[in-house]
């Protein structure tokens, strides 16, 4: 048993603008909206998930700068049990309805040639009334 294995996306929802500075990446300016991070773990998958919930943690991957973020709450996770090595996979379904990613973020350990581990969806508009007029 090594406690759990698998593939998990990281909602995270950013309230404003924000300046952050992410490990070797520098300092990035992130809008507001909608992220998705996808990684895996490879055992003790409960724990991970449980880690990236919490808002006060040793900064260690690029993912731990935002979700400790002051402006940053993780609104959802997604998991998908079993096979850690389908995390690329399911990263590239994600970044194929996103509208941006953050280049290089996540991705230092990728090996399938993601740009990014982090996708980016704007927060949607207010609600549009369609008037029809005859
Ligand atoms: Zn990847």
């Known amino acids: 048993m090594n406690g759990g294995s698998g593939v998990y996306c990281v909602v995270v929802r950013l309230e404003r603008e924000a300046r952050i500075r992410v490990g070797r990446l520098g300092l990035r300016t992130f809008a507001p909206g909608m992220y998705v991070y996808t990684g895996r773990a490879a ?11 919490r808002r006060r943690k040793p900064k260690r991957w690029h993912i ?8 940053a709450r993780v609104v959802g996770l997604l998991v998908f049990l ?11 379904r994600v970044m194929a309805s996103a509208q941006s990613d953050v280049p290089g973020f996540g991705a230092s350990d ?8 982090l996708a980016y969806f704007a927060p949607p508009g207010p609600p549009r009334v369609i008037e029809e007029r005859e």
């Open 43 to 53: 055992r003790c998958l409960a724990a991970r998930l449980a880690r990236h919930l």
């Open 64 to 71: 731990d700068h935002l979700t400790t973020h002051r402006w």
């Open 82 to 92: 079993g096979d850690a090595a389908r995390e690329c996979q399911v990263n590239q």
């Open 110 to 117: 990728c090996r399938s040639g993601c740009r990014s581990h």
